[in-house]
């Protein structure tokens, strides 16, 4: 199986970050990472500055996080950002869904955002948690989304961790993906009944199987994080990193 490239999702580190941005950011490079999921940059920095900082450690921004408002309302601000670091062209938003009729009007409205991004070369992605994982009339709200939504113009950064947390088999569920995957968040999950977040291999995932999964429905990317960590995050990240090269998987 041919290895994938692998990117960093820095909510891993938001700690540290807020502390040492620009050391975090090179820690990142140094452990062997070669892509980011990052938005602008804090207050002090230009975007110049952060490309600047980017280009010198070989870290491709492979997309980002933003909330439904910003998307709605500023579509051309994001794919300005995307365009003035060289990213690659993704958008991932998470939403929790209050109801049947929420998730139908929100579906219309990513719908929308994705076609206004489209425009702009940008993909819209939407990111799981284990809440889509409900049920409205027997079908689940995450189900129900890809059902609502242009294949075209909202995709998915599916979630290992939150689709087993759900009590669903992450290679199951992304097979059904095929050509709607193009990012995949990848996070282990430790035996037990806590299911506490783990570094990859660490625990209880079959991340051999996912990434034959993830080749076979066109995933581009592998995105590491980890929300909580029971070491610093950073030797989390670094502890990730090796056991993918250890699994021959990057």
């Given at each position: 199986?041919?290895?994938?490239?692998?990117?960093?999702?820095?909510?891993?580190?938001?700690?540290?970050?807020?502390?040492?941005?620009?050391?975090?950011?090179?820690?990142?490079?140094?452990?062997?990472?070669?892509?980011?999921?990052?938005?602008?940059?804090?207050?002090?920095?230009?975007?110049?500055?952060?490309?600047?900082?980017?280009?010198?450690?070989?870290?491709?921004?492979?997309?980002?996080?933003?909330?439904?408002?910003?998307?709605?309302?500023?579509?051309?601000g994001i794919a300005d950002y995307l365009e003035a670091v060289d990213a690659e062209k993704y958008v991932a938003l998470s939403y929790h869904f209050d109801s049947e009729e929420d998730l139908l009007i929100k579906a219309a409205q990513l719908?929308?955002?994705?076609?206004?991004?489209?425009?702009?070369?940008?993909?819209?992605?939407?990111?799981?948690?284990?809440?889509?994982?409900?049920?409205?009339?027997?079908?689940?709200?995450?189900?129900?989304?890809?059902?609502?939504?242009?294949?075209?113009?909202?995709?998915?950064?599916?979630?290992?961790?939150?689709?087993?947390?759900?009590?669903?088999?992450?290679?199951?569920?992304?097979?059904?993906?095929?050509?709607?995957?193009?990012?995949?968040?990848?996070?282990?999950?430790?035996?037990?009944?806590?299911?506490?977040?783990?570094?990859?291999?660490?625990?209880?995932?079959?991340?051999?199987?996912?990434a034959r999964t993830a080749k076979e429905v066109g995933t581009e990317w592998l995105v590491v994080e980890q929300d909580f960590s029971r070491r610093d995050p950073l030797e989390s990240l670094a502890i990730s990193y090796r056991n993918l090269?250890?699994?021959?998987?990057?």
């Amino acid at each position: 199986m041919s290895t994938f490239s692998v990117s960093v999702q820095p909510y891993t580190v938001r700690d540290h970050l807020s502390k040492d941005y620009i050391g975090t950011i090179k820690k990142i490079a140094e452990i062997g990472y070669r892509g980011i999921e990052l938005g602008p940059p804090p207050a002090g920095m230009t975007v110049a500055e952060q490309k600047s900082l980017l280009d010198q450690l070989g870290l491709k921004v492979t997309g980002f996080h933003s909330g439904i408002e910003e998307l709605a309302s500023n579509p051309d601000g994001i794919a300005d950002y995307l365009e003035a670091v060289d990213a690659e062209k993704y958008v991932a938003l998470s939403y929790h869904f209050d109801s049947e009729e929420d998730l139908l009007i929100k579906a219309a409205q990513l719908n929308e955002i994705g076609s206004r991004l489209r425009e702009r070369g940008v993909q819209l992605l939407y990111h799981n948690h284990d809440w889509e994982f409900k049920t409205f009339n027997g079908v689940y709200a995450l189900d129900r989304l890809l059902q609502e939504t242009d294949p075209s113009l909202v995709k998915l950064e599916l979630d290992t961790y939150w689709v087993k947390r759900a009590g669903l088999d992450p290679v199951e569920y992304l097979s059904k993906l095929r050509g709607r995957c193009p990012l995949l968040h990848i996070k282990d999950v430790e035996a037990g009944e806590e299911a506490f977040f783990a570094e990859i291999g660490e625990g209880i995932l079959d991340f051999k199987a996912i990434a034959r999964t993830a080749k076979e429905v066109g995933t581009e990317w592998l995105v590491v994080e980890q929300d909580f960590s029971r070491r610093d995050p950073l030797e989390s990240l670094a502890i990730s990193y090796r056991n993918l090269k250890r699994l021959e998987l990057i």
